[in-house]
């Protein structure tokens, strides 16, 4: 069995080791949940779905970390500047979620900034054209969100 694609990406291997323990406490705490006849889907069908889809998720990761080929290279430096926006859309994430749990902001408005954060950090520079239409996206993005939880889900905001 090959082993190159784990042994050189160590970073990779915690990051699941982290996720497989978050769904993990996840499934745990939702076995606890009491059954309700008030939920079409089931007790906490959606946070199960998550916790099920993100263990899915780490399996096929791990199985692409085991079918990587050998690179051959012996990095003893190691290189910070790679992992800055992995670390910018945690503490984006982070912020996200403390203002929406700390603070009476709108939930549209905060995901609006969330989303437009987000998605800006993802792609890179965009020009100014670009960045009003991601802004435009992000605001029904998020309005979409809003309808879907209270609408839908029967959960205010």
């Known amino acids: ?22 769904a993990g406490l996840g499934l745990y705490d939702l076995a606890s949940v009491t059954t309700s006849p008030y939920e079409p889907l089931g007790t906490a069908a959606f946070p199960r779905a998550i916790a099920l889809g993100m263990l899915a998720l780490v399996l096929l990761r791990g199985v692409a970390l085991l079918r990587a080929p050998a690179t051959g290279r012996d990095d003893d430096g190691v290189s910070y500047r790679r992992h800055l926006g992995s670390a910018g859309m945690l503490l984006l994430a982070i912020g996200y979620l403390l203002a929406l749990s700390q ?3 709108d939930f549209r408005i905060v995901t609006s900034i969330f989303l437009f954060g987000a998605t800006w950090a993802m792609v890179g520079r965009l020009g100014t054209r670009a960045l009003l239409i991601l802004a435009l996206f992000a605001v029904a993005g998020s309005i979409g969100l809003d309808l879907l939880f209270k609408h839908f889900l029967y959960v205010d905001l």
């Open 1 to 22: 069995m090959k082993l190159a694609g784990v042994r050189e990406n160590p970073a990779a291997m915690v990051f699941l080791t982290i996720a497989v323990v978050a």
């Open 103 to 105: 603070t009476d902001i």
